[in-house]
């Protein structure tokens, strides 16, 4: 949030200028959520094979299965290590921001 405006991630970028290092998470910040969509979207895939090739091949059924677990599973981890980057990017901004006379 903005004053009453509510920003995008894309536009929050645009917020650093004050600072190399707030910027530099932000940058981190935008490639963790990248690596977990890309992770969710893979254990989407994985999930769909599995249930097309199950009835057919359990045991590769069961890979697929497996390979959707992983891939979840880091995709939670790249969005949660997302979101801890982005809020240390925010919080340098801040600081940055109130504290920029002194």
């Known amino acids: ?3 009453n405006q509510k920003l995008t991630f894309q536009e929050l970028g645009k917020e650093f200028f004050m600072s190399e290092i707030g910027l530099d998470q932000y940058n981190l910040a935008k490639r ?3 690596e ?3 992770f969710f979207y ?3 895939a994985c ?3 599995a249930g097309a090739i199950g009835p057919k091949n359990k045991n ?3 890979a697929f299965i497996g ?3 992983v ?3 880091l995709s939670a981890r790249s969005n949660a290590t997302g979101n801890k980057f982005l809020d240390q990017a925010i919080q340098i901004r801040n600081k940055d921001y109130l504290f920029s006379g002194h």
């Open 71 to 73: 891939s979840l599973s």
């Open 36 to 38: 977990g969509k890309i």
């Open 47 to 49: 999930g769909i094979i």
């Open 1 to 3: 949030m903005k004053g």
């Open 67 to 69: 390979g959707q677990i």
């Open 42 to 44: 893979t254990g989407l």
């Open 60 to 62: 590769l059924g069961f």
């Open 32 to 34: 963790k959520r990248t």
